[in-house]
């Protein structure tokens, strides 16, 4: 099967009450890993490629390898470009057939959000391709920020709704606390579950959460035992990502713990094995652990079993 749009994915997840992955790749193998964790657990999934992973592997190159693996199966895929804010990235991306676009306007006053927001929806839904925006700041809330400050950074959900009317998104990513990579948190970790509710209630479409690493310890000790050194990492508990799901998320966005896991894997194997030079050896090992990780995901999120 060819790629299908993020809409046809998420918009049977908003029906149906689950959430979807979507999983940034950079190479091959972090794609082969997510491709078969979703045969395994048939289900649907989003791939996640940044303006960054576009300028490390090639736009061509990425592309390729993303068509390959959708041709390769009937589960539902989407190739979403994550965080557009080039809007000539985004113009190529349509070229090179992606079927789901964020921009990411967000650091933009509301106005001018709404205008580049509906800039790229004017070109792409004329192509059947998907939007995604971003509202708020990614920042980690912890408990002694100030009402003020909170309402500074997180999503307003009446500004939400008028949002969706003027620009004509299809899934919006509020921000309720969380924020990328690996050190989400100091304090304790609790994201703005109030806000979301009302968001949901308010634009009755997709919503996604960024920043939904959970930064995992088991994940974190095994990286550790073989000498990295991450101290202080910290990511969104399993739990709340559950909590965000029955309160309207539909897609939930997975980088950091890829990452982390790839880094485990491989030091796993220079430390075993310091004859190794294999590229096969050192990122075999790797592919097979990200596919586990992934797998878990997808049945934490309730996407098993939607393909
Ligand atoms: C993300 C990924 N990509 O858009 O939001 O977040 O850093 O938590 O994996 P993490
Ligand atoms: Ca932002
Ligand atoms: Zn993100």
New binding site residues.
């Given amino acids: 099967m060819g790629l299908v749009t993020g809409k046809e994915i998420l918009d049977k997840a908003d029906k149906e009450g689950y959430a979807v992955g979507a999983f940034n790749i950079n190479n091959m193998e972090i794609l082969q890993a997510i491709v078969n964790a979703a045969k395994l657990e048939n289900s649907p999934v989003m791939i996640a490629v940044s303006e960054g992973a576009i300028k490390y592997a090639g736009i061509d190159y990425l592309t390729s390898l993303v068509k390959t693996a959708a041709e390769s199966t009937d589960i539902p895929i989407a190739l979403h470009l994550d965080h557009g804010k080039d809007f000539k990235v985004i113009l190529s991306c349509i070229r090179y057939g992606f079927t789901s676009l964020m921009i ?1 306007a ?2 933009l006053p509301f106005e001018e959000n709404v205008a580049e927001t509906k800039k790229v929806v004017g070109v792409a839904h004329p192509l059947g391709i998907s939007v995604e925006a ?1 509202l708020g ?2 920042q980690g809330v912890e408990d002694n920020v100030s009402v003020a400050e909170r309402d500074a950074i997180l999503i307003n959900p009446k500004e939400a709704k008028i949002f969706v009317k003027e620009t004509g998104v299809d899934s919006l990513a509020p921000a309720i606390g969380t924020s990328h990579g690996a050190f989400k948190f100091k304090g304790k970790a609790e994201l703005d579950f109030e806000r979301l509710k009302e968001t949901k209630k308010l634009t009755k479409i997709p919503l996604v959460l960024h920043g939904a690493s959970s930064v995992p310890k088991e994940i974190l000790d095994q990286a550790a035992k073989y000498g990295a050194k991450i101290p202080g990492a910290k990511g969104v508990p399993t739990g709340q990502i559950k909590k965000a799901i029955e309160n309207g998320i539909n897609k939930v966005n997975i980088d950091t713990d890829l990452r982390l896991t790839l880094t485990g894997a491989i030091r796993k194997v220079f430390y075993e094995s310091p004859e190794q030079f294999d590229p096969r050896k050192i990122l075999g090992p790797a592919r097979d652990s990200m596919s586990d990780l992934v797998r878990k995901k997808m049945k934490l999120l309730g996407s098993s079993g939607k393909a």
């Fill in positions: 990411d967000s650091s971003e700041r990614l």
